[in-house]
């Protein structure tokens, strides 16, 4: 394999772990908010329905 396409390989990964990561942390933040959660799941199933 050649250097470059090493370095590309490795900078795709650290870009998904990244997303990853962000992924994970966001909804953590705000576990504990009861009514936004609440509040954002009548929002998508509202959504859903008004398709």
Request: aromatic content about 12%.
């Amino acid at each position: 394999m050649e250097l470059d396409q090493v370095e590309t390989y490795k900078t795709i990964f650290n870009y998904q772990e990244q997303k990853k990561s962000e992924a994970t942390i966001e909804p953590k933040k705000h576990v504990t908010c009861y009514n936004c959660e609440k509040k954002g799941q009548f929002a998508k199933e509202y959504k859903s329905l008004t398709k």
